[in-house]
Structure formats: C-alpha cells, structure tokens
T-cell receptor, first 116, second 114 residues
C-alpha cells in the first residue's frame, strides 16, 4: 500500500540554524500539507500546497517557514532560523484531490524536531 | 472559539467492550467533512473514518462507526469490540468547504484494559 514517507525521523538542531524537513507524498496525489504537533498538544495545520504554490497557510506559517517541491517526488519544509518553540513533531500529508467529499489526507510518520 | 471540542482527555474500556469517544464541532458552513484519526504511541496519524455533512447515513468502517448528529453538531466515534491494539490517542478533525486545512481537537487517550 502506498504511503507518505518523511526524513529524517528525528532532527536535532541548534537555535538559529536552518532545517529542511523532507517528505515524499503518495505518487498520484496532487495536494500536499504540513502539520505540526507540539508534544502533548493538538495537531496544527501549517500550510497546503498545490500546483507548485501555497493554497492555504495558517498564522503559524510565518516568514521563517517555506515550502518547496524541488522535483517530481519530494516536498520540503524549511525553517530558516529555528527557535526553541519550533520543537515539535512535523507531519507531512497528501491527498488525491482538494474536493471536500471524501478527501482523506494521508499522513507520514512524522519528523521529530528538537531545537536546543 | 474552539472549532473541535473533545471533552474526554482520557478513557478506559475493557477489552471486547464498545466505547464512544465524543466530538463536537462548530461551524456555520453548511458543507464540511468530519474525520477521526488514531495516533498510537509510535506517533503516526492513521485515518479511521470520514463523515460528510450531507451524508444521510452514519459512516462505518469495520469496528469503527461515527454517530453523526448534525443538529447537535456532534460526531462521536464508536469503537465496537475493543482490542488492546486500540489503545492510542484519538483525534477528531474537521475540514470546511473551500479550505484545505484540517482542524483538530485536543484528542482523547483511550486505554483498553485486558
């Protein structure tokens, strides 16, 4: 069964450093998403991406964040200058369509980011 | 205001019994979708079940069913014949028409006891 994959599974970085989190969505999916979950809290939407542009973003997704689809398979989230409060699990997700009816978002296993 | 409310931070159930996890939502949009995800201790998010706002029947997927009461704005997850492997966090989520984002509740931690 096809699945979303994410690398690395765990990333440790120093405050102020740039990190890039990588995702390979399911191959025939067209919509891509990033969510984050701070330890013990709810899952929060960051951004959605379709047709090589951001289609929606949350207040959390400020200028420190960017997303890119550098080739036909990868989808990346970059945090330019990490802060302690960026420590969280970051989930990538993908879906076949953006239509509301039965638009299941398949989640990857997550990347745990720890900012020291 | 919270769009998704899960009032049960933790629940216990005996193996083989049924359990209901509560979820209420708030939207003025007539068209929306409701989702339940399971998050085991390993951390991944596993899709369980979906209910569209215009669906006439309650959704079912194997041992999972969704008790959808539109007028009350509730979408409770029912797990029948609980198994030890059902022990996990369960998140209710909503997606509104015209939006891409899933909005999640705070989750319910279910523990199935032998």
């Amino acid at each position: 069964e096809p699945e979303v994959t994410q690398t690395p599974s765990h990333q440790v970085t120093q405050m102020g450093q740039e990190v890039i989190l990588r995702c390979v969505p399911i191959s025939n999916h067209l919509y891509f998403y990033w969510y984050r979950q701070i330890l013990g809290q709810k899952v929060e939407f960051l951004v959605s991406f379709y047709n090589n542009e951001i289609s929606e973003k949350s207040e959390i997704f400020d200028d420190q964040f960017s997303v890119e689809r550098p080739d036909g398979s990868n989808f990346t989230l970059k945090i330019r200058s990490t802060k302690l409060e960026d420590s969280a699990m970051y989930f990538c997700a993908s879906s076949v369509s953006g239509a509301l009816s039965y638009n299941e978002q398949f989640f990857g296993p997550g990347t745990r980011l720890t900012v020291l | 205001a919270q769009k998704i409310t899960q009032t049960q931070p933790g629940m216990f159930v005996q193996e083989k019994e049924a359990v209901t996890l509560d979820c209420t939502y708030d939207t003025s949009d007539p068209s929306y979708g409701l989702f339940w995800y399971k998050q085991p201790s390993s951390g991944e998010m596993i899709f369980l079940i979906y209910q569209g706002s215009y669906d006439q029947q309650n959704a079912t997927e194997g041992r999972y069913s969704l008790n959808f009461q539109k007028a009350r704005k509730s979408a409770n997850l029912v797990i029948s014949a609980s198994q030890l492997g059902d022990s996990a966090m369960y998140f209710c989520a909503m997606r509104e028409q015209g939006r891409r984002a899933l909005t999640f509740g705070s989750g319910t931690r279910l523990q199935v006891q032998p």
